[in-house]
């Protein structure tokens, strides 16, 4: 049985952050990785990575061991494509709110 209660003090404070800040978190396809989503327009995307997910992207990983090392902290390709099913999905609301 799979149950997606918090289980620790530090989750729930992620959540509580998360909900905050208006992210919305989105996991990667193709690996374990999980960041917060914000997008404020149709062609402005704020991905939002922890360390945690930085190591667990398989992208992300290579990367670092690439020549010239890790540039930027935009996405992986899988992930871009997770985020964009979520907006299509309507799981992530498009638009600035209340300032954010
Ligand atoms: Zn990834």
Redesign the pocket.
């Known amino acids: 049985m799979v149950s997606f209660a918090p289980t620790s003090e530090e989750t729930l404070e992620d959540q509580r952050l998360y909900t905050q800040a208006r992210l919305k978190e989105v996991a ?1 396809l ?2 374990l ?1 999980r960041v917060g989503v914000k997008k404020n327009s149709e062609h402005h995307t704020s991905i939002q990575w922890t360390a945690e997910s930085l190591e667990q ?3 992300f990983r290579k990367m670092d061991s690439a020549p010239g090392g890790r540039h930027v902290y935009e996405s ?1 390709s ?2 871009r494509g997770s985020i964009d099913r979520a907006v299509a999905e309507g799981e992530i609301e498009i638009g600035a709110q209340d300032g954010y």
């Open positions: 990667c193709d690996c990785a992207c398989a992208e992986c899988r992930l």
